[in-house]
């Protein structure tokens, strides 16, 4: 069984799809997996994580080119992070302006949700365009 996508919830999930696509790209089972990230406001930490993060995410063969932050803040982890990711899920309350300007720059595959409406709709619609494109590309 192969997933055909892995979708990861917050900042620390994000490191899912740094290390699937570093430490596991020649790995069969998941060469075709796309990677979605959802980003939500509420999941935004304050203060920079410790010196010596990137240095920790880091294992076994990957690089400074794989994970190199600009620092440890929120924003600058994540921005790092989406680098691997395949499309985004956003919430409906505003994301940090750093992360947000770092997403409409991506052109990546966007579905956005509002608790208040229909949440199941928009990522499904996304799963299936994720899908679709990649049974068409094989």
Request: hydrophobic share 40%; aromatic share 8%.
């Amino acid at each position: 069984w192969a997933p055909d996508l892995i979708h990861c919830h917050g900042w620390m999930t994000s490191l899912v799809g740094v290390y699937l696509k570093n430490l596991y790209q020649n790995e069969p089972v998941f060469q075709n997996t796309k990677v979605i990230q959802s980003l939500y406001a509420t999941d935004a930490f304050s203060e920079p994580l410790r010196d010596g993060f990137a240095e920790k995410v880091r294992m076994e063969d990957m690089t400074e080119e794989s994970f190199n932050p600009e620092n440890t803040s929120y924003a600058s982890v994540l921005k790092e992070s989406l680098k691997y990711a395949d499309a985004i899920v956003v919430g409906a309350e505003p994301l940090d302006s750093e992360v947000q300007k770092h997403i409409d720059q991506l052109n990546l595959p966007l579905a956005t949700i509002n608790p208040e409406e229909d949440i199941v709709g928009p990522v499904l619609d996304l799963y299936e365009q994720l899908i679709e494109d990649s049974v068409l590309a094989d």
